[in-house]
């Protein structure tokens, strides 16, 4: 089953061509990254996906859906979840109640607001099942603010397990994090996927390599090649307009 099938994706900003003519599959289970510098439109791919920002023409299905059309919530209902670069989380909350409001809300999201499918306890059991993927649990009632950067991070992937989502994409989950974080990010990552569709944007090449079963490598809003980790390292065009190229 296709996760996930994009075909002739353009995505126009005024004269500015983010994506161009651009058709991509994922199959269900697989973890792929798409890599490429800096404005290459790995983010607008994201967004467009995701629902938030609309394609200019092409066609995109989600387990055999169109949903091209579809708004960001009735995407969540068919099974995608998106963690953002930027961090969503409730500083002055508690963990533990960052978790049970991420839950609630994709009840409410299906269910409508006033008919709770799921009694408190349930929450508080999914919110405790949620944290103890993440090593939080133990922290469950520590401000958001007062944990660490990297504790922020893994955080913010719990958020987007809460819907028990079917594809989830993952905006750049390293960003910010010291060397040390990111192997751990990256082993938590593994950990949690186990058996889920993902796709993920990320600099961190050790991360994007360690973590993905496919690379894809967009520039100018093309792709220009596609590949297991192995077949990427061996491409010398890949090479040399992006790993060669610069800091990242
Ligand atoms: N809202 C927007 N309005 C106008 N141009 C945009 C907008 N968003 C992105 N672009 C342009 O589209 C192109 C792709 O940008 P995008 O942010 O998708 O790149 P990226 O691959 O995510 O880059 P980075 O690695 O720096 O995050 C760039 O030329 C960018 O300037
Ligand atoms: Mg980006």
Known sequence: MKALEIKNLYKYFGGIQAIHDLSMNLDEGIKKAIIGPNGAGKTTLFNIINGLLPATSG???????????MSIHQRTQLGLARSFQTTRLLFEL????????AIQGTQSSRFGLFRPVMGYSHIVAKAQKLLELVDLWEKRNEMVLNIAHGEQRKMEIALSLASEPRLLLLDEPASGLTTSERAEIAQLILRLTENRT???????MDLVFNISDRIL???YGKIISEGTPDEIRANERVMEIYLGGGED
């Open 198 to 204: 993902i796709l993920i944007v990320d600099h961190d």
């Open 217 to 219: 490598v967009l520039h």
């Open 59 to 69: 066609k995109i299905s989600l387990f055999g859906r169109d949903i091209t059309h």
């Open 94 to 101: 508690s963990l533990l109640d960052n978790i049970m409001l």
